[in-house]
């Protein structure tokens, strides 16, 4: 890798550890901004840095550093209910990545984004259902669809960022 690859990988796991500390209280269930940071390293980085810059940003919350929301982190946090979430940001920035790349336009990234956000919710769905004894509607209804306008609205600001930076950088990565 070259330097500036490990660059922006650092960089992208760095704002989705950022990303995690801002919280917005929504009703009973705090709204972060990691979503928007695992799309964006996708979006931008591509799929080879942005899967690896979620990699380690997931790595480094495994391993014990307090990266995760609310400053937390170790394994406790990725076997647990919501753990399914945290261990799909790698393959949906390498999804978002991969097909942004191929359709590098707003409709492409529209839909580089939802791909990511599916991978999301599947994995943290699977994840939770399990975790409630099987309960898959439950896990729905809980992990799912509060999040679905704001995640959204991440995955709209996520693909206008990402297509200014593009135009703007014109980098290849």
């Known amino acids: 890798?070259?330097?500036?690859?490990?660059?922006?990988?650092?960089?992208?796991?760095?704002?989705?550890?950022?990303?995690?500390?801002?919280?917005?209280?929504?009703?009973?269930?705090?709204?972060?901004?990691?979503?928007?940071?695992?799309?964006l390293s996708g979006l931008?980085?591509?799929?080879?840095?942005?899967?690896?810059?979620?990699?380690?940003?997931?790595?480094?919350?495994?391993?014990?550093?307090?990266?995760?929301?609310?400053?937390?982190?170790?394994l406790p946090i990725i076997y647990g209910p919501t753990g399914g979430y945290i261990i799909a940001f790698p393959l949906a920035a390498l999804m978002t990545g991969f097909i942004a790349m191929r359709k590098e336009s707003i409709y492409g990234y529209a839909i580089a984004s939802l791909s990511g956000v599916l991978i999301i919710y599947l994995l943290g769905w699977l994840r939770l259902g399990f975790f409630l004894g099987r309960d898959f509607e439950k896990a729905f209804i809980l992990g799912i669809a509060p999040f679905i306008l704001v995640d959204s609205l991440k995955g709209v600001v996520a693909v206008l960022i990402a297509d200014r930076v593009r135009k703007a950088v014109r980098f290849s990565v």
């Open 44 to 74: 931008i980085l591509g799929a080879r840095l942005g899967f690896m810059s979620q990699a380690i940003y997931v790595l480094m919350g495994a391993l014990g550093l307090p990266v995760f929301a609310g400053f937390k982190g170790g």
């Open 1 to 39: 890798m070259k330097a500036r690859e490990i660059t922006l990988t650092a960089l992208f796991a760095a704002l989705t550890a950022i990303g995690a500390q801002i919280s917005i209280p929504l009703g009973g269930v705090p709204i972060t901004l990691q979503v928007l940071f695992v799309l």
